[in-house]
């Protein structure tokens, strides 16, 4: 999924950002193109206007096309960190920011909106859609977990357990067994909640570090997966007891983010910082190089396709890459778009569109079938 710690040192930066530079930041998303700006008539703009803070009024609408790819550039939020697509509807989108709390689009990210009702801290890292009940959405803070159960429009602290200002940068929920969530904290390992996030206790046992991803065995969902800065750890009883599996790497390296195959969880992808995409197929007891047609860049995302999980995705600092073939090769799918560090993709399986979320805000790709 994605990376959060190793780029977040601008999270500091004032929350003032000048008209100009949301234009800047929105053209970010592409290099080159054709800027369209305010093309809608009036009634159009009153029937579709929503409101927004001040950074991001004016937005500006930025279209590439390529032989791989239709970049569009939607919004210019600032370090988005996590995206959520609404499995029932996919055009319901949320995005994590730094400073702006939770925003949500309801028509396939065109146009957002602020949902933070009930939100004490802005400052979140994390998402995670309940996949029986998709209004139920969970969101982590940098000092909380807040649960919201109508889709966003008000949400409640769940903090019951959780040491006191704990940094919660990854969420994940049981696909079979929803009420079991596991948080990864900034400082505090592993936190897991069997009551929907009621309350919580630490699921530490044989680890204790700062957790960057998270990925769970959606058919044996007591396998849990977890990545910090230079390791893997792998739990089999639902995060009880962990066990280290990392592979041999040089002591610079940095993990990023973990992605599982939904159809054979046997098979674990992993990226990491300048050595590429890492994979494992015996359930992450042992891993191999997997990165002929990456460029050096930092890999901070990663994603399976749902529909096709011989397809992945990884985002980098030099764009989005893509696999057809399990890993074994990649090629550039953006190479229109400028790029800034990217923290998360997310898939609509209704338009094969990728999204992605990084210090520029939240971009689309629109794949050409």
């Known amino acids: 999924m994605k990376i959060h710690d190793a780029f977040t040192r601008k999270r ?57 790819s239709s970049v569009i550039g939607i919004n210019a939020l600032r370090s988005s960190f996590d995206l959520a697509i609404d499995p029932s509807s996919p055009n319901i989108i949320y995005v994590a920011t730094d400073g702006s709390g939770v925003y949500k689009s309801l028509d396939g990210g065109n146009i957002w909106r602020p949902v933070n009702t009930g939100i004490s801290d802005l400052n979140v890292r994390s998402l995670a859609i309940d996949p029986a009940s998709p209004s139920t959405i969970y969101t982590g803070a940098i000092n909380d977990v807040f649960k919201s159960t109508d889709g966003g429009a008000h949400w409640q602290a769940m903090d019951q357990g959780l040491k006191p200002r704990t940094l919660i940068l990854v969420l994940a929920i049981d696909p079979v067994t929803p009420t079991n969530i596991y948080a990864g904290t900034g400082f505090d390992g592993i936190y897991k909640s069997t009551d929907g996030g009621e309350s919580w206790h630490a699921a530490n046992t044989g680890l204790f570090a700062s957790i960057y991803d998270l990925a769970i065995d959606p058919v044996a969902p007591s396998k849990v997966y977890a990545i910090f800065h230079n390791g893997v750890a792998r739990s089999v009883d639902g995060g009880s007891h962990w066990q280290i599996t990392t592979p041999i790497l040089p002591n610079e390296t940095e993990f990023h983010a973990l992605a599982i195959d939904p159809e054979t969880p046997t098979t674990l992808y992993m990226a990491t910082d300048y050595f590429g995409i890492f994979k494992s197929t015996d359930g992450g007891r042992s891993w191999s190089s997997s990165h002929v047609g990456q460029v050096d860049a930092i890999a901070g995302a990663l994603l399976v396709d749902p529909t ?7 985002g980098t600092e030099k764009g989005v890459f893509k696999s057809t073939d399990s890993a074994a090769t990649w090629s550039l799918i953006n190479p229109g778009q400028s790029h800034s560090y990217i923290y998360d993709l997310a898939f609509d399986p209704a338009t094969s569109t990728i999204f992605t979320a990084g210090f520029d805000g939240v971009c689309a790709i629109q794949q050409v079938k």
Do not use: D, M, W
């Open 12 to 68: 500091n930066e004032p929350f003032f950002i000048s008209i100009s530079l949301l234009i800047t930041a929105a053209l970010a998303c592409a290099l080159g193109s054709t800027v369209l700006k305010n093309s809608t008539t009036p009634s159009q703009q009153a029937a579709t206007s929503l409101p927004l803070p001040t950074r991001t009024e004016n937005l500006v609408q930025v279209t590439v096309t390529s032989t791989a």
């Open 308 to 314: 096709n999980p011989h397809i992945v995705y990884t």
